[in-house]
């Protein structure tokens, strides 16, 4: 059974303007993503910025998200790391702080072979009974997670269950489930290819675009569920500038920005990233206008 079906998403960490993380507008956010009928939380992803996060501020966060959920959404905790040794104790972390299941992100910088990301995830894994989904995004990582890798993982170890699928190569993600005959859950890990990889067998999607619009990206999903999938195919078509806008500058640059403008109230990013460029920041402005999610001025 997959740890969820449907929208997932990325949550954004708000922070104060100090940097501080913001838990007061964290429970704010976690409670408008379930009235906004969100299928899952993940915590502490690329999206939340957890590269800039210690790990007491990594693990606080999961663990609050838990508390804050208690158990009617899954959480999936985002413990991925470099270090086999600390994926293993923030994995360990999300496990006593409640979560339902792991992402990892395959190891960045040092890389690794494919023999060496085998090893890696099967060492996670065994420390940690949750199920666990891979996280593919070469564009972050340098290091791509072949197809049979992944199906390999899959089928031989029993809590890895699926993966975040990010490359944006279709034709691997189609090699993938060609190959794995039923063993691999599939995520879409970008919000402009949510019902192409649905059309492959896929679950659902690990969304940034629901962290403005839940409603919509739930829905775009459980259309194709219900087997409107000329109703979801529109749903992604017209979601296709804000979702271009969304990605202008680097995740979740754009995201915080747009949430700010819809007065959610997010705070700033945190260094390297830095604020969205004027000419960008308009072009979401404009989009966030068109999709229905920001008033129209004048």
Do not use: W
Not at 73 to 100: H, M, W, Y
Not at 144 to 161: D, G, Q, S
């Amino acid at each position: 059974m997959a740890i969820f079906e449907g929208a997932g998403v990325a949550l954004i960490t708000p922070f104060h303007e100090d940097g501080s993380i913001n838990y007061e507008k964290l429970d704010e956010l976690v409670e408008a993503q379930i009235a906004g009928g969100i299928d899952s939380i993940i915590a502490c992803g690329t999206t939340a910025e957890s590269a800039t996060m210690d790990h007491d501020e990594h693990n606080s966060v999961i663990r609050f998200i838990c508390e804050r959920v208690h158990g009617r959404v899954p959480v999936i905790a985002g413990t991925g790391s470099n270090c086999t040794q600390t994926a293993v104790e923030l994995s360990l972390e999300a496990k006593k702080s409640g979560a339902d299941g792991l992402l990892l992100v395959s190891p960045y910088y040092n890389k690794a072979t494919q023999k060496g990301l085998i090893a890696h995830f099967s060492a996670v894994a065994e420390a940690v009974d949750l199920p666990i989904l891979l996280y593919n995004i070469q564009s972050r990582t340098g290091v791509n997670i072949e197809p049979a890798t992944i199906v390999h993982l899959c089928r031989n170890v029993k809590n890895i269950v699926g993966v975040k699928e990010a490359s944006g190569n279709i034709s691997q993600i189609a090699a993938i489930m060609s190959m794995a005959d039923g063993c691999v859950d599939l995520y879409s890990g970008n919000d402009d290819q949510i019902v192409p990889l649905l059309s492959l067998g896929g679950k659902g999607v690990i969304s940034v675009l629901a962290n403005v619009a839940p409603r919509q990206t739930h829905d775009m999903c459980q259309a194709y569920f219900d087997g409107d999938v000329k109703k979801s195919a529109a749903m992604q078509l017209e979601a296709i500038p804000l979702i271009s806008a969304l990605f202008c500058e680097v995740n979740p640059i754009p995201v915080k920005a747009a949430m700010n403008l819809m007065g959610m109230g997010v705070g700033p990013l945190r260094l390297p990233l830095t604020e969205m460029e004027p000419e960008h920041k308009e072009r979401l402005k404009r989009e966030l206008m068109a999709y229905g999610l920001l008033a129209q001025e004048g």
